[in-house]
């Protein structure tokens, strides 16, 4: 039986599309009126999600990744000293006013145009110590060794050697939401001799339309790079980043921002058979031991929650035998943590364990700073157990769930059912109790204080690409911290000395 198969030209309204083998969804009337000759459907396989690809949008990726994969095999010619001479000119431009005024410039308009459709700019806005950062990660890299071609092993054979080598990977996709400090952190695989594609939030395009002038493409061009070794996708349509990670040219495809989107962007970038890197749910928990202190965890939990990114403090397990004591410690924490922020924190409390607060938290009604505006909440409410798989995404306003629990092997059991399986941190002066907590719980990064020292380039001191949750399943021989030296890698390579060897 032969298969006949013809292009795609258009859709119909209740067509059926069959998903994931044995499941039908139909098309609606927006799409099949959108569609037209040309255009590209992604059936996301897991979901049934309809994703519609425009031809336009296709035909501007499809040039990235031709530039990207043209760059990446101009680097293999180029020098270690050229690509550090690309980091140092990048950031010398960054820190130089006038070639980063236009890029200030374009950045405020992004700001308030993303104001006046009602998002959030925590992230968006370029400021002085993201720029500072910014500037540092591209210095890092610049004194960073290169990699390549770096030893990995080495084994002596009778007559004959092998190494094993590190090497490029090739052309590396990111997807990130508006956050302009990215541009910078993942042109580190650079170092590596990767080339980069990016793919950016319409919020955030301006700034990176900018960047890439004033700084990124006169630094390539300075240092005798190949252009495309750097690309940017020049479009705001959310159908680019589908049609990134759909091109089965990439080598690995890296997205960053909420859950959802980054879940999709996996989903698309894996069944068109791409390795895939994702970014999205963080959030992390916190669990008193035997005999947690109630300073040391006052302290942990304000240094937890000074600001709302992945690795923020999310959900708080705290003992029932020490409840009493410590439950008004981790909430003088919240409250400074919200006091430093000129704001007020917002508590959630699972079912069960309202006992252990103040019932004046309850009635009190607070202004919690949302990324639509003020809004007048309760300072604490109540939600049922499977809500400790929210993460709560806060503004201004420092926000967390509480649970009461009767062992830290409960924890231990809540953190692996509903957690993002990210960052888990025992309060406790018991080192068996670490060990025993380090053993069970299924998380990449394990602590014992303060949350938020889970960021590449402030433990490692290399900017990060972004940090893997287990969530989504591990990340095979690398870290959950992904780095621009971890994008890599290994080729063989013999050495006979005596050519009468044979097998």
């Known amino acids: 039986m032969t298969n006949t198969i013809s292009a795609l030209d258009s859709l119909t309204p209740g067509q059926q599309i069959v998903f994931g083998g044995n499941s039908v969804t139909t098309v609606p009337q927006a799409l099949a009126e959108a569609f037209t000759a040309g255009d590209q ?15 336009a949008e296709h035909a501007i990726v499809d040039r990235a990744v031709s530039n990207a994969v043209d760059g990446f095999s101009g680097l293999a010619r180029c020098t270690d000293d050229q690509i550090t001479t690309f980091f140092a000119r990048f950031g010398q431009l960054l820190a130089d006013d006038p070639a980063f005024g236009p890029i200030v410039e374009a950045n405020a308009a992004d700001v308030a145009s993303a104001k006046s459709k009602g998002r959030s700019t925590t992230r968006l806005e370029l ?30 054979h ?34 590596s001799g990767n080339a980069v594609v990016f793919r950016i939030g319409s919020d955030a395009l301006r700034t990176a339309r900018a960047i890439v002038e ?81 300073d040391m965890l006052r302290e942990a939990v304000t240094h937890s929650l000074d600001r709302k990114v992945c690795n923020t403090l999310n959900c708080l397990a705290v003992l ?54 003020p809004v007048e909440e309760p300072a604490a409410s109540t939600l049922a157990e499977a809500d400790l798989a929210t993460e709560w995404e806060w503004e201004n306003s420092p926000e967390m769930t509480l649970i009461v629990v009767d062992s830290v092997a409960d924890a231990i059991e809540q953190f692996n059912r509903y957690s993002p399986h990210f960052v888990a941190t025992l309060i406790s002066g018991d080192a068996a109790e670490h060990d025993a907590f380090y053993a069970s719980v299924d998380a990449p990064f394990v602590g014992n204080g303060f949350t938020r020292w889970v960021d590449g380039q402030y433990a490692l001191e290399k900017p990060e690409l972004g940090l893997s949750n287990w969530q989504g399943g591990r990340m095979l021989s690398r870290g ?18 005596d050519f009468g060897t044979h097998r």
């Open 480 to 497: 959950g911290i992904l780095s621009g030296d971890s994008v890599y890698t290994v080729r063989y390579r013999a050495s006979v000395t």
């Open 127 to 156: 400021t002085p110590s993201m720029r500072s950062d910014m500037i540092a990660g591209l210095f890092v890299w610049e004194q960073a060794a290169s990699g390549r071609d770096g030893v990995v092993d080495t084994v002596e």
């Open 214 to 294: 004033h700084a990124l493409g006169p630094a390539l061009e300075h240092a005798g790079l190949p252009g495309g070794a750097v690309q940017l996708v020049d479009s705001p349509a959310r159908s680019a980043g589908h049609a990134l990670f759909s091109d089965q040219r990439l080598a690995l495809a890296v997205a960053r921002g909420s859950g959802a989107a980054v879940a999709q962007l996996g989903a698309v970038a894996s069944q068109a058979g791409n390795p895939v890197s994702l970014h999205g749910t963080g959030g992390a928990w916190m669990v008193t031991g035997e005999d947690a202190d109630a």
């Open 41 to 55: 459907l992604v059936v996301v396989q897991d979901t049934g999600d309809l994703l519609h690809v425009p031809a």
């Open 158 to 191: 009778d007559g004959w050697t092998l190494q094993a080598l590190r090497a490029p990977l090739g052309v590396v996709a990111f997807v990130f939401e508006g956050r302009p400090n990215v541009f910078a952190d993942a042109c580190g695989v650079l170092r």
């Open 320 to 373: 029932r035998s020490s409840a009493a004591t410590l439950v008004p410690a981790a909430l003088e924490g919240l409250d400074a943590a919200a006091a430093a922020r000129g704001s007020v924190g917002r508590l959630h409390v699972i079912a069960g364990s309202e006992s252990y607060v103040d019932p004046e938290r309850f009635e009190r009604s607070v202004t919690i700073d949302r990324a639509e505006g």
